[in-house]
């Protein structure tokens, strides 16, 4: 019995997503400079393989053929980023024309396809030159960010209308900077915390610049909840430890954008860390300029409990900041090739949960799993469990339409297989297969089954 392909409603909105260092190569070429995921990648044992995004898909110099390619699924939608050190190689200052040029014929080669632009301002490349000033951690990186923003937007803003400021600045912050297993590789929960307000303080400062250089925007930011589960019969404690890990996972970021404030308790959790100084008067309402829609990345659950009596935090999660006495615990089967839960019960509650919290028309823009695809035999790349993966959520969000989510579009991650961050080129996300050594792309079972999806939406 084959289980009924979901339905959405007319004008459902159906794309995919890379990010600029992913997919773009070309690291050293046309003006670029070296930005801190270049920095972090090129450092002995902090990549996998020691792997790098110097050449990743060569997307930069075979763009034409991958649009094409989302021409042949039928994309409606490409979700992009521009690579800021291709912009403002300085980080701030002199515009380089050349990797202007670059984005311009993208934009251009998208449209004449038929395909929407959804553009990303950031997502990670911070110019090493910034960081070296401090990056996110110094708030002068708010008016950096808006003057970069100027620069994009005051190009392609005569053609691009939707805009998005930052890609997960729970990754950038928490992830980079408390965690340290991304770039720039810091552990300090007090870093995660004030580089978490001042990503929130660029977007804010970076909203209405998008709106005057490109009248009629779709002005968005894209965050990554996780919807965050206790044990089935929990105590007190552990109910604390779901607050507390929420507000660092989630609260930490639908506060300030969206209620004019750091959830409730926050600030006491972190109050041996900070008196709260980073937060200027003004920054809240700067931070809560209105926006069009949402975007959501979500990809599994998280489950934690409370630290039991005379143990210690495991080793991960007590690293955030508030989240003392907080352990993770393991996902259920089944699992990724990641490791992550797939819970599309999960995706739909947290879709709908930041529909309530912003206000706003949510876009998924990204979803997707990695599994250890090769080519089969028959030169094809039979992938089940993406197909499964991908099926089971487009069927959650569908449900969550029909309850009256107001969800208008989805993106999967990712249109091609890609420089997977501090997991290097071990694991594949893509819906297109491609082969690093020769970058021949192979459309995935999984992506033909897109392109059905999307056809039986929008038939040609």
Not at 197 to 207: P, Q, T
Not at 280 to 294: C, F, T, V
Not at 346 to 367: C, D, F, K, M, Q
Request: glycine share 10%; net charge negative; charged share 20%.
């Amino acid at each position: 019995m084959t289980t009924p392909a979901p339905t959405f409603p007319p004008g459902f909105l159906f794309g995919a997503a890379t990010a600029s260092y992913q997919i773009e190569g070309a690291v050293a070429e046309d003006g670029r400079s070296p930005s801190i995921w270049d920095t972090f990648s090129h450092t002995p044992g902090k990549t996998f393989g020691g792997d790098t995004g110097d050449v990743a898909c060569d997307h930069y110099h075979r763009m034409p053929a991958d649009v094409a390619l989302m021409q042949e699924l039928g994309l409606e939608a490409y979700r992009f980023s521009v690579a800021w050190p291709r912009i403002v190689p300085g980080g701030t200052g002199a515009v380089n024309a050349a990797g202007v040029a670059f984005y311009d014929r993208l934009v251009d080669t998208l449209l004449a396809a038929g395909i929407r632009p959804v553009v990303t301002l950031y997502h990670w490349d911070l110019p090493q030159v910034l960081e070296d000033r401090g990056g996110w951690r110094t708030r002068e990186v708010a008016d950096w960010f808006a003057e970069y923003t100027a620069a994009v937007v005051g190009t392609l803003g005569d053609r691009v209308k939707h805009w998005t400021t930052l890609n997960e600045p729970w990754c950038s912050s928490m992830l980079s900077h408390a965690i340290g297993a991304h770039a720039p590789g810091h552990q300090d929960p007090l870093e995660g915390l004030v580089t978490a307000h001042h990503l929130m303080l660029a977007h804010g400062r970076a909203v209405p610049v998008i709106r005057e250089h490109c009248p009629g925007a779709q002005v968005s930011i894209t965050l990554n909840p996780t919807q965050v589960h206790g044990p089935e019969d929990p105590t007190e404690a552990d109910l604390d430890a779901v607050r507390r890990a929420d507000n660092a996972l989630n609260g930490v970021f639908f506060g300030p954008l969206f209620h004019g404030a750091y959830p409730e308790g926050m600030l006491d959790d972190v109050a041996h860390l900070t008196d709260g100084s980073f937060v200027h008067a003004g920054d809240l309402a700067e931070i809560g300029a209105p926006l069009d829609n949402l975007g959501v990345n979500n990809y599994f659950p998280t489950r934690v409990a409370a630290t039991p009596e005379g143990g210690e935090p495991d080793g991960g999660i007590h690293l955030l900041p508030g989240c003392e006495r907080v352990d993770e615990v393991a996902p259920r089967p089944p699992l990724t090739a990641m490791g992550w839960e797939q819970s599309p019960e999960s995706h739909r509650a947290i879709v709908e949960r930041s529909a309530r919290e912003s206000g706003l028309p949510v876009y998924v823009t990204e979803n997707g799993s990695a599994w250890d695809d090769t080519i089969a035999a028959d030169g094809q790349v039979h992938d089940p469990e993406r197909v499964a993966y991908l099926m089971a959520h487009l069927g959650a969000l569908a449900d969550a339409v029909a309850a009256g989510t107001d969800v208008r579009g989805y993106f999967a991650w990712s249109l091609l297989d890609n420089f997977e961050w501090a997991l290097g080129y071990d694991k594949r996300f893509g819906i297109v297969h491609v082969d690093y050594d020769t970058q021949v792309r192979t459309v995935k079972d999984s992506g033909r089954q897109y392109a059905r999806v999307i056809a039986a939406h929008h038939p040609r």
